[in-house]
């Protein structure tokens, strides 16, 4: 990795019913709350959200469309779910250097509105040392 970068290049998704259907399909994951929007609808959260690792999925894109797919291996995410993404949302993943430690990004996951859905730390063993 070069010593200047500090951002880890954005990676976006729009979530429509097709790209959380085909979520589902690809992990086997039809809970109702992302695959029915009747059942949806009737629950706390008001209406169908997106598979949390759907989204997470981006912070892997973005490493790997910024330092390859050599990166990955030895990579450890630390992050938590913030919002829910809702269908018809955008998303879109990114990551800053920390100032504080050797190795480690700040990532998220932010919504159409600047809101993050996912945020945390990813540290690349390589760089840590």
Do not use: C
């Amino acid at each position: 990795m070069e010593a200047n970068l500090n951002t880890l290049a954005p990676v976006a998704l729009q979530v429509d019913r097709q790209a959380i259907l085909a979520y589902a399909r690809i992990t086997g994951d039809f809970n109702p709350i992302h695959v029915d929007p009747e059942f949806a609808a009737n629950t706390p959260l008001g209406g169908v959200i997106a598979h949390g690792t759907l989204s997470l999925n981006l912070i892997w894109q973005s490493l790997a469309a910024t330092l390859g797919s050599e990166a990955m291996p030895g990579a450890a995410i630390d992050i938590r779910f913030t919002k829910p993404v809702r269908e018809g949302d955008t998303v879109e993943a990114g990551g800053r250097r920390s100032a504080d430690a050797p190795g480690r990004f700040d990532v998220w996951v932010r919504n159409q509105d600047g809101i993050n859905v996912i945020e945390g730390t990813m540290t690349l063993s390589y760089l840590a040392t």
